[in-house]
């Protein structure tokens, strides 16, 4: 293929799509007003169910998830974790950075399981970045900050491993977001990365893990999707803790509409396949198909920087 046609390509593959400023705007005026009504404790994410993976951690930290979460975005949290050479105690030397952090919830959890010296969580979100240095940072040892992953505000080499959870599909530039992650990276340095993907997505990913933009020698990839969605099918089911709990939340009613029936489009229920009335309303004018497309799959990507 010439470099005229693969920028074609690219053209294609933008062609529907808001320019990044007015995308990254949109994205944090929906999370800012997310934080406004989401309960401490909250993840933002569709969780996944692995019984090998519960094992482990119930291993390293008993009943981790007892009476406050059915313990599903943990373990997502704690599948970043998985083929890092790292043991409990060498974290105890490691600087942690989280970009796409949201309420913080997540790498509140991730250090209280292997303690790095340092963990530092970034959010476009300033709404979520506030709640989370409210409620959960603890001196210098896990502080948040608001920020944009494709220009992060550190130094070169500051980070020992940089994790990113079900975030990245948000960002116009993958790429730019892998440089700046490759730069704030120490050499031999850990990037896990772990999202859910459409065609657009994926072609996007996949073209810069070819192009090789960065210096990452990307070492392990796992298909989580089977998990995932089992983890949402529990969700969905009768009687689950995550419908009781959206039944008690106080939201304002645009976010009841949009999190739809039993919060179906908080907990990832398209990528299952159910079709509540806002997805097909979504399709209907064109909005669902146009700007994100139907999933393929979840997937955790583990870089090492060269
Ligand atoms: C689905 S939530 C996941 C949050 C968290 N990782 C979790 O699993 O609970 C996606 C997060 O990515 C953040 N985000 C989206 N675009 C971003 C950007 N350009 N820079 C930094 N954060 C961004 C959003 O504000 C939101 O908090």
Redesign the pocket.
């Known amino acids: 293929m010439t470099n005229g046609n693969a920028a074609t390509g690219l053209r294609d593959l933008n062609a529907g799509i808001p320019d990044a400023a007015q995308l ?1 705007g949109a ?2 005026a929906v ?1 800012d007003d997310v934080a406004s009504w989401s309960r401490t404790g909250d ?3 569709w969780g996944m169910h692995c019984p090998e993976l519960l094992n482990e951690l119930n291993g390293l930290r008993p009943n981790f998830n007892a009476g406050v979460s059915d313990g599903f ?1 943990e373990q ?2 704690f599948q970043t974790l998985r083929g890092l050479p790292y043991t409990t105690n060498d974290f105890k030397t490691l600087k942690v950075l ?5 309420m913080g ?2 790498l509140n959890f991730l250090t209280r399981l292997v303690d790095p010296a340092r963990a530092v969580g ?4 300033g709404a ?1 970045i506030r709640r989370a240095n409210a409620i959960l940072a603890r001196g210098d040892r896990l502080t948040y900050v608001e ?4 220009s992060l505000p550190f130094e070169d080499g500051e980070f020992d491993l940089v994790i990113n ?3 990245s599909h ?2 116009p530039d993958v790429e730019k977001f892998f440089r700046e992650v490759a730069r704030v990276l120490k050499p031999g340095g850990h990037f896990s990365i772990i999202d859910v993907f459409d065609p657009r997505s994926n072609q996007r990913f996949r073209g810069s893990l070819q192009q090789n933009v960065t210096e990452f020698d990307w070492i392990a990839e796992r298909d989580v999707t089977e998990n995932v969605k089992s983890a949402i099918r529990q969700r969905m089911a009768p009687g689950s803790f995550f419908r009781k709990e959206y039944a008690r939340k106080q939201m304002p009613l645009r976010a009841r509409i949009i999190g739809g029936l039993n919060g179906a489009h908080y907990a990832g229920a398209d990528f299952i396949g159910h079709k509540d009335t806002l997805s097909k309303v979504l399709e209907l004018a064109r909005i669902r198909t146009k700007f994100v497309g139907e999933y393929e799959s979840y997937r955790h990507h583990l870089a090492r920087r060269g």
């Open positions: 990254k994205v944090s999370y993840f933002w994410n975005s997502l949290y989280e970009v796409g952090c949201g919830e997540g970034l959010d476009i979100s979520a920020g944009d992953a494709e959870v079900e975030s948000n960002y």
